[in-house]
């Protein structure tokens, strides 16, 4: 791997689920360190372009690539499984639903893929566990089970167990939006901690307010296609399309 500029780069992304178009031609890049946040309604397209970062949901058409490397790449069967396992391991994803596996502890949810992918002894895999636990403010619950968690700390142990295979970029997507409202914030301090230790995020929210606090960038998309992007404090408070200011006036007088 190279330090390429351009971290994360996708240059004209179209997806086709039969004959409905979910993106249309989408080109961003992210840079190093960089913060992007996603926002739009249900269905535009927002969770099928991250997940298409680490080809979970192939593109129809267009690239994905990975500082320097081209993630989807058209290989035989065998090779494309080797290079994507490979791509998927520099890449944390945490989804709405936590993911956890419900008969392992926090600690065992952590270490399984270290140790089976990257070889970790039980001792070394105990010890990274014990640290991303922590990193997320759970060291005190890494023997509870799934069951005997709340919704916001499971999430916290789905980032910890991203964490731990050391990836060089982290997406979010609705990370928060299956909590209960007091459980948000818990996880939202954690991406802020990672926006603070310049950890490569993609976040797809919408929660307007932690946006702009934590993010470089935001993209709106609707229908497929990215309508306007930019800082947040400008996409906010001074959109130019008028489908952007009909999302922000429709969702910022809703969280009112």
Known sequence: ????????????????????????????????????????????????????????????????????????????????????????????????????????????????????????SKEEADKLAEEQLDHVGLLERIDYYPSQLSGGQKQRVAIARALAMKPKLMLFDEATSALDPELVEEVNQVMRKLAQEQMTMIIVTHEMDFAASVCDRVLFMDQGVVVEEGPPEILFKNPTKDRTRAFLRKHLEGAK
């Open 1 to 120: 791997m190279t330090d390429h500029p351009n971290f994360v780069e996708i240059r004209h992304a179209q997806k086709s689920f039969g004959t409905v178009e979910v993106l249309k031609d989408i080109s961003l890049t992210v840079e190093r360190g960089q913060i992007v946040g996603i926002i739009g309604s249900s269905g535009s397209g927002k969770s099928t372009l991250l997940r298409a970062i680490n080809d979970l949901d192939p593109l129809t058409g267009g690239e994905v690539w990975l500082d320097g490397v081209q993630v989807n790449q058209k290989l035989p069967h065998r090779q494309y499984e080797k290079h994507i396992n490979q791509m998927r391991q520099q890449v944390g994803m945490v989804f709405q639903h936590f993911n956890l596996f419900p008969h392992m502890t926090a600690r065992e949810n952590v270490t399984m893929a270290p140790m089976m992918l990257h070889g970790l």
